[in-house]
Nanobody, 122 residues
């Protein structure tokens, strides 16, 4: 079984910064990539940023230049540094781990965290 635990959400003023962290634990053999999705009230869940274990990153256009994603492969931890936050960044942020292979050798699967609230006030 694989668990993703997120931390770092909160309330911040526009222009401020927050740092989200997520660690995957359990019987993990390998992870292909990790990422952060976000879902605002009444909207669909969209990817904010992702990173492969090889270091290839991908960002939504709306966060480019403001958010930075990084990953510690040895610790199965992904960090999202969010700077210059805007009210429109307000959402629940979900951590995801893609194509996770467990020690038991099951087919790769994706896992999700419970989500952490980020609120940006003007």
């Amino acid at each position: 079984q694989v668990q993703l635990v997120e931390s770092g959400g909160g309330l911040v003023q526009a222009g401020g910064s927050l740092r989200l962290s997520c660690t995957a634990s359990g019987s993990i053999f390998s992870i292909f990539a990790m990422g952060w999705y976000r879902q605002a009230p009444g909207k669909q869940r969209d990817v904010a940023a992702s990173i492969t274990t090889g270091g290839i990153t991908n960002y939504a256009d709306s966060v480019k230049g403001r958010f930075t994603i990084s990953m510690d492969n040895a610790k199965n931890t992904v960090v999202l540094q969010m700077n210059s936050l805007k009210p429109e960044d307000t959402a629940v942020y979900f951590c995801a781990a893609y194509d996770v292979v467990t020690i038991r050798g099951a087919n790769p699967d994706d896992y999700w965290g419970q989500g952490t609230q980020v609120t940006v006030v003007s």
